[in-house]
């Protein structure tokens, strides 16, 4: 077992709270020695600490919000929140990941982890302050929109440096695909992880700190730090990122962009991927949604900032401004077929508000509209409206109606799985999910992309090792089609353990190994981790510290769920039926090339092929002699 003996960086502090007890408690962070920081640490306390029949609504579950270990340094983009609990759809391993102020700001406040248990009686906020914390009353709070509950909580607390994650309406009401606010405007989605703030009545969690992060080898960790700056700067789309909306960046003619596009999006809830020019072009031209662009703001100690403040001064949704609009973004409206900017920012603009995961809630309000298409739920069914495509109207009332579980929206809110089985009449044939959490993601094209988040240990997620094009995607000189299925296992492998890293340290993926020319790769984060930590990594190390972290997660699955290697196959759609149009006319999975990537996928990893459970030669082989153990006690390890 790896000791790092870590002399900088972190707090050195958790915060234990149990809110059916009340009970407040600061120990000592005795993980970061194995685990250094962020989600590797949250992983381990789960794997650890809960007992396999707990349930996502019990009160034993654990809600957990880690920074990585280098927020709060001077690191550029070190600002990563990572939030682990059990997952809604599933009860398998949930997580989520986002940016801001918040993480860093918990760091001044002294503290790495906050570990939250128990059920409070009535709504509470968590005040945490300079190494104390105090349960709240926010019964004034419920009911509230995640931007008035941060306007009213700094004008309560009468300091605007604060900062808040919150949840709305949404998180309150339980509904399943909701999410957690931070800053008003950047979303930890996915696993339900708002719900699950919202059962423990937790409307909001705010920190504010005085406190410094201290690292090792302070005057070479700020001469490493600004070589890492330059290297971002000089990445060609940073001053892009700076300068327009990502929907701005990324639109124009080419036929790359075509490609890119294609791998990238589903329309009309996966039945295609093909959008026409002439659509994208009213999104995301210069008449779309980029019209309403004001200014870039950019998370804690990002040099290049990617979040647009749009605002709309026109119209029906005149006043609505805010945070975001993602790639993603239009990919939800793209599922309803709507092409209207103004809504589709407007839709956006309104998930951040009521505290609803677009990628999630987009899923099953397709599958509705697919369903109404295919003359399954009538007019009687959806409270009278349409849910034709391309129907705007119909896509912005039933968003409300989910986020409030009110009428049909009551009936879509536990998530598409659930929605098809109370429907029946084969809907559930294109309810759209992995491991039974609805997934946004094109599966068909680019395989790298399918794998990854068909494998993801939270379920159908595309930030645990996806890629598609070469260009964008894993190790730099890495030279690989995207279209074919023998070249993807292994970039597939080196990707999901960088991230790993990435969400260790707490590092944006924006100016890491994720996603465009990037800048910063495992060997800056070698150095800064040394420097900041006062540790002696190396490469080989800290790649196996990402293995390590990844089948924790699993191990996690494994143990709580009993996933095998059926989970790991796509939604049936994406084998069965074909692209409709475009240039992919026709194109869908292969079943047998797609098992032989996987058998290669498994092969890497070192877990069995037939079952898809880890073995313990290679969880000793890796470090992991104690989570074989766990797993061969339940039965669940191949031996």
């Avoid at 250094?36 to 381990?44: F, K, M, Q, T, Y």
């Avoid at 937790?202 to 410094?212: M, S």
Wanted: proline share 3%; aromatic share 10%.
């Amino acid at each position: 077992m790896t000791n790092f003996n870590i002399r900088g960086g972190i707090t050195g502090k958790i915060l234990r709270i149990n809110l059916s007890d009340d009970i407040v408690k600061v120990e000592d962070n005795k993980y970061a020695e194995r685990w250094i920081g962020g989600r590797a640490i949250s992983s381990w306390i789960l794997l650890n600490e809960l007992e396999y029949n707990t349930k996502w609504s019990d009160p034993e579950n654990y809600l957990i919000f880690g920074a990585g270990a280098l927020v709060g340094t001077i690191l550029p983009a070190s600002n990563r929140t990572n939030i682990d609990t059990l997952n809604v759809f599933n009860n398998g391993k949930g997580s989520s990941n986002c940016g801001g102020h918040f993480s860093p700001e918990l760091k001044f406040a002294g503290f790495d982890q906050i570990i939250i248990s128990g059920k409070a009686q009535k709504p509470v906020y968590l005040f945490i302050q300079d190494g104390k914390a105090e349960i709240r009353d926010a019964s004034h709070l419920w009911g509230k929109t995640t931007f008035e509950t941060e306007a009213l909580l700094k004008t309560e607390l009468n300091d605007n440096k604060i900062e808040v994650a919150s949840i709305g309406p949404a998180g309150e009401n339980l509904v399943h695909g909701s999410g957690i606010i931070v800053d008003c405007g950047r979303a930890a989605g996915g696993s339900g992880v708002g719900c699950i703030m919202g059962d423990k009545k937790i409307k909001a969690i705010v920190v504010r700190g005085h406190k410094d992060v201290k690292v090792a080898n302070p005057e070479k960790f700020v001469e490493r730090a600004y070589e890492a700056y330059q290297k971002i700067m000089k990445r060609p789309t940073a001053k892009l990122f700076r300068k327009k909306t990502l929907g701005g960046l990324v639109y124009n003619d080419s036929e790359q962009f075509d490609e890119l596009w294609e791998m990238m999006h589903t329309v009309r809830n996966s039945q295609d991927v093909h959008w026409s020019r002439e659509k994208r072009t009213k999104m995301m031209g210069k008449d779309g949604v980029g019209k309403y662009f004001k200014k870039i703001q950019a998370c804690y100690a990002c040099p290049v900032g990617c979040q647009p403040f749009s605002e709309i001064g026109e119209g029906k949704y005149k006043g609505a401004k805010g945070l975001g609009y993602w790639i993603n973004s239009v990919m939800w409206s793209g599922k309803m077929d709507v092409v209207e900017p103004d809504a589709s920012l407007k839709y956006h603009l309104r998930a951040n508000q009521l505290g609803l995961d677009g990628d999630n809630s987009s899923v099953v309000m397709s599958w509705a509209f697919e369903a109404y298409e295919k003359g399954l739920l009538t007019k009687d069914d959806t409270d009278g409206l349409e849910l034709t495509w391309g129907n705007t109207e119909a896509m912005m009332e039933l968003q409300e109606k989910i986020a409030h579980r009110k009428g049909f929206g009551d009936f879509l809110a536990d998530g598409v799985v659930e929605a098809a089985k109370k429907l029946g009449k084969g809907s559930e044939r294109f309810a759209i999910h992995q491991k039974n959490q609805d997934t946004l993601d094109p599966y068909r094209l680019a395989k790298g992309w399918s794998l990854a988040c068909a494998t993801s240990p939270v379920a159908g997620r595309h930030m645990r090792g996806s890629l598609n094009l070469p260009i964008a995607f894993g190790p730099k000189g890495a030279k690989f089609n995207p279209y074919s299925y023998a070249d993807q296992p292994p970039m597939v492998f080196w990707e999901l353990r960088s991230k790993e890293i990435e969400d260790i340290i707490g590092i944006c993926v924006y100016v890491g190994t994720w996603s465009g020319v990037y800048a910063l790769e495992p060997s800056d984060y070698i150095d800064l981790t040394n420097l900041a930590l006062g540790t002696n990594l190396n490469e080989e190390e800290f790649m196996l510290l990402g293995q390590k972290s990844y089948n924790l997660e699993k191990a996690f699955n494994t143990l709580h769920v009993g996933f095998t290697r059926k989970d790991d196959l796509p939604h049936r759609r994406f084998f069965e039926d074909p692209i409709q149009s475009g240039p992919h006319k026709g194109e869908k999975l292969d079943m047998d090339k797609y098992n032989s990537m996987l058998d290669n996928f498994y092969e890497l990893h070192g877990w069995d092929k037939k079952t898809g459970w880890q073995t313990r030669e290679t969880l000793e082989k890796i470090g992991l002699k104690d989570v074989a153990e766990k797993l061969a006690n339940a039965g669940r390890l191949i031996e």
